[in-house]
Every structure is written in C-alpha cells, then in structure tokens.
C-alpha cells in the first residue's frame, strides 16, 4: 500500500492530517487522557511515569494515527516515548516522532504517529489504549496533566487530532490531576426521619450540617427550611443513596427568610442526605421541616399463592422502609400457613423474635421494626399431610415512623 492519500508529512512537523469520510462512522467518541499514580513528590520534587491515553467508545474504525500536544501544569514533562505501549506493540513501516518542548507558553511534549504506510493497522475499538510513555517531575504541591494545542517543537504547532478511517476527529481532553488537595470534609450526618421537625445552628458562613432520611422510591418529599430572625435561609443540597446530587430547581420555592421543596418524587428507596449550608447573609439559625408521602403501593401489598403440595415454598419480596412496623399475615385455606423466614438486603436471615406469631389458620408478624430501607425477600410455604394442597394468602403493611420534634439533631 503506498503512503495514504492527504498524508502531509512536513520535515520534523509532524502534524498528521488526513483528509476524506470514508468508512468513518459518527457514533464514535474518542477520548484522550492520563495514567498514572494520583501522587507523586508528595515530600519534594520527584519523578515518575505516566501515560498518554485512548479511549475509544460507539464501535466504528480504530484511531490509524494521532498528533499529541501535551503538557503538564505545576510540573514538567521531561521525556516522550512508546516504550511498553499499544502504539510500540502495533507500530509497522509508519511514522514516528516525539520531542519535549520548551520555553515561555511552550513547555511540555508533542508527539506524532502513523501506525503503517503499508498495512492496514489501528488501535482496538471500544477499550483503552497507551500512546505515548511520559516522565513526569512533580511535587509536592498539585500538577495538572492536560492536552493544549499549539505546542511547537523544531517544526510546525501541533494540534491533537486523531485519524480514523482517512479522517481527522476532534477528541475529548480528560486532564489528570497529580497530588490534587482532598474534597472538603462533610460532617457526619445526622439519622432523622420523614416528619421531623429539626433546629440547627450553624457556626460560621462556611459551616455545613448534613442529615441522612430513608425513603421508598417514588416518595413525594416535601420540605421547609427556614432561617430565623428575618434572615435568609442558608444553602441547601440533596443527595441520592448513591451520592448523585438532585436539581431542586424546579421544585423549590424561593421566600425571603425560608425555601421549601414539595412533590419532588424520589428516584430511588435507600438513604438519602441533606446538606445545610452557611453563607454570608444566610441566618445561622434554622428549622427544618420534613415530610413524605410514599406510595400505596410500596407500603402495603396482597400476593395469593396456590399450594400444590405440602411444603411448597413461595417468595415475596418488597421494598422495607427503615424504621416502619411491619405487619403481615399469611392465611392458609386447605393448608396450613407457615412463614419461614425473612431476609434482608444483603440475603442474610432476620430474627423476627416474639413478632412471629404462628396458627393454625393464620401466621403473623406483628409490630416488628424494620431495621433499614432496602428490598427484603419474606419466604412463605403451606404445611399439611401428605397429598393436601390449598391455598395460601398474604397481606403484608408498613406504617412508618412518626414524626418527632427535634431542638437539635441527636448524634
């Protein structure tokens, strides 16, 4: 195969552009960044090793060849190579070129490659690859790995620019951040309840209290914060269980001394935080207010099984509420009714203790306290002598907690 058509390969330029459309699909997403340890010189100046790479997303042809420009804010980048790379592992008859740079608005690396000239060569689809290996010097304070155009060796300014099936794509840049300074502490949050009704005092402006609630998903929050003496409320931030935050834009109600939430429909059943936070003109005292409306159909259930032969076991599952009363009975026609056991989310068994009430007809659990929210799994089965069948019914209810009055949070 002769060198590709709208190859423009300059005397020590090495910006690589490709022209043309064929085969290239738009799907794709191409991806640069780093990797490498998150710290380095954390007692001085130090060097040590990272790496260019590729991610490649959305199938489609792989990257044929690629000019990088590079550089390393806080740091120095003191060598370029693709020694123990996919780009050295893959390299046939192509071009090859990467230098260091320097000078004012100039520091950091550029590196240029066309996998092969002759063969037709590219780098896996829909994974990661290495392109180039880096030294890095960094240390002690924070460095910041990132791609920026224009850097210029002996030749021309180099773009980043990834070629894919005779055509040049425009990646995303993932920067890396080296002894980057740990996220602001939040406090340990405080267990309340939908219903409570909470004071807090804030210490400073920058202050923050967080509250974790549980929720069934589909639960309709309602909330009040407000700050006391005429002063506007301070900040507030919801998170999911899975600690995504929540926009409460659409939902909250704006006043000169409180915000209020009301009909936001929780995504999800777990635990749930709240932070409160201080600022400058917020008052440093404040009530909070809050109430939930979970779904009917979360909190009670009917299920019918029919029992073919004694000892048949049946599962139900059903998303528990922490801190709600439990109340299920199982009732047996033609069979007796037998409640087995109750598991937790984690599938370990739960002791029911004296809110197990068995009979002959009817088998109960009665007040017992859910201990946190999750999905549960209540195993049930109908008894009896050999060659009876029936039929087994249960009706399984969760009242939740009611609401307290709180001055302050209790730890």
């Given at each position: 195969?002769n060198?590709?058509?709208g ?9 690589v552009v490709?022209?043309g ?7 794709t ?7 490498g340890p998150?710290?380095?010189g ?6 040590g090793?990272?790496?260019s ?32 790379t996919?780009?050295a592992?893959l390299f046939?008859?192509?071009?090859s ?9 100039n520091?950091?690396a ?5 996998l092969s ?15 180039a ?7 002690p304070g924070p460095?910041t ?15 980043n620019v990834i070629?894919q ?6 990646p995303?840049?993932v ?7 740990p996220?602001?502490s939040?406090?340990?949050a405080?267990a309340?309840?939908?219903?409570d009704?909470?004071g ?7 202050d923050?209290?967080a509250?974790?609630?549980?929720a069934l ?5 309602a909330?009040?914060?407000?700050g006391t003496?005429?002063?506007v409320?301070p900040?507030l ?5 899975q600690g ?12 000169k ?5 009301k009909n936001?429909?929780l ?11 201080g600022?400058?003109?917020a008052?440093?005292n ?7 409306k ?9 299920a019918?099984?029919?029992?073919s032969?004694?000892g ?34 984690n ?7 004296g809110?197990?009430?068995?009979g ?11 201990p ?7 195993r ?6 050999e060659g009876?069948?029936g039929?087994?019914?249960?009706t ?9 009055v709180?001055a302050e949070?209790a730890?």
């Amino acid at each position: 195969m002769n060198q590709p058509k709208g190859v423009a390969l300059l005397p020590w330029a090495f910006l690589v552009v490709f022209v043309g459309t064929s085969a290239l699909k738009p799907d794709t997403i191409f991806k640069i960044g780093f990797s490498g340890p998150d710290a380095l010189g954390t007692n001085g100046p130090a060097e040590g090793t990272y790496y260019s790479t590729l991610v490649h997303e959305g199938g489609g042809a792989g990257a044929q060849g690629w000019s990088l420009s590079l550089t390393a804010r806080g740091g120095k980048i003191t060598s370029i190579d693709t020694v123990g790379t996919a780009t050295a592992a893959l390299f046939t008859d192509g071009f090859s070129h990467h230098e260091v740079t320097n000078g004012v608005d100039n520091e950091g690396a550029i590196s240029a490659i066309i996998l092969s000239f002759t063969t037709d060569v590219t780098l896996p689809v829909d994974t990661t690859s290495t392109l180039a290996r880096l030294g890095v010097r960094a240390g002690p304070g924070p460095a910041t790995l990132l791609y920026v155009d224009g850097l210029t060796g002996v030749g021309q300014p180099v773009a980043n620019v990834i070629t894919q099936a005779q055509a040049s794509r425009t990646p995303t840049f993932v920067p890396f951040e080296i002894n980057a300074p740990p996220p602001p502490s939040e406090p340990e949050a405080c267990a309340v309840s939908l219903g409570d009704k909470v004071g807090g005092a804030l210490q400073s402006p920058g202050d923050q209290d967080a509250y974790e609630f549980s929720a069934l998903d589909g639960t309709l929050l309602a909330l009040k914060l407000k700050g006391t003496g005429g002063n506007v409320p301070p900040g507030l931030q919801l998170r999911t269980p899975q600690g995504s935050s929540i926009d409460l834009a659409p939902f909250a109600k704006v006043k000169k001394t409180s915000v209020s939430l009301k009909n936001l429909s929780l995504p999800g059943a777990g635990a749930y935080k709240l932070l409160v936070t201080g600022g400058a003109e917020a008052s440093p005292n404040y009530l909070l207010t809050l109430k939930g409306k979970a779904p009917r159909s979360r909190l009670s259930l009917k299920a019918n099984f029919t029992v073919s032969s004694p000892g048949e076991m049946f599962e139900q599952s059903f998303s528990g509420l922490g801190g709600a009363l439990l109340t299920a009975t199982l009732k047996g026609k033609k069979i007796t009714p037998d409640i087995v056991e109750l598991l937790a989310p984690n599938g370990q068994p739960l002791s029911l203790g004296g809110a197990l009430i068995p009979g002959a007809k009817s088998t109960k659990i009665q007040g017992w306290t859910i201990p946190s929210t999750g999905a549960y799994v209540l195993r049930v089965r109908g008894s009896g002598p050999e060659g009876s069948s029936g039929a087994l019914t249960l009706t399984l209810k969760q009242k939740p907690a009611q609401g307290r009055v709180l001055a302050e949070c209790a730890e």
